[in-house]
């Protein structure tokens, strides 16, 4: 089983930048892909953008194209999520997810808030 904490969540104001980082433990050795998911209140949980351990192939939402870049450092097991110039319908719960042949894990969140 993988265990996630996510950090780097706060307050920020529109066309500014944050940056989040996922630190994976456990059986980390077995996640084949990891990424970041959002939910905004009201709203289904989105995909944001994944990563695959080999290869570093990502995949984005087209919300987020241009302006966040998913990155993963397996030495170290983290993943980050560099989020630039912030929009207010940002504005969720971000969940780091990691995948392995066994199952999903899932991260308990940090909120993101971009506001004037």
């Known amino acids: 089983q993988v265990q996630l904490v996510e950090s780097g969540g706060g307050l920020v104001q529109p066309g500014r930048s944050l940056r989040l980082s996922c630190a994976a433990s456990g059986s980390s050795s077995r996640i084949e892909a990891m990424g970041w998911y959002r939910q905004a209140p009201g709203k289904q949980r989105e995909l944001v953008a994944t990563i695959t351990t080999r290869g570093g192939y990502t995949n984005y939402a087209n919300s987020v194209k241009g302006r966040f870049t998913i990155s993963a450092d397996n030495a170290e097991n983290t993943v980050y999520l560099q989020m630039n110039n912030l929009k207010p319908e940002d504005t969720a719960v971000y969940y780091c997810?990691?995948?392995?042949?066994?199952?999903?894990?899932w991260g308990q969140g940090t909120q993101v808030t971009v506001s004037s």
């Open positions: 997810n990691a995948y392995t042949p066994l199952g999903t894990s």
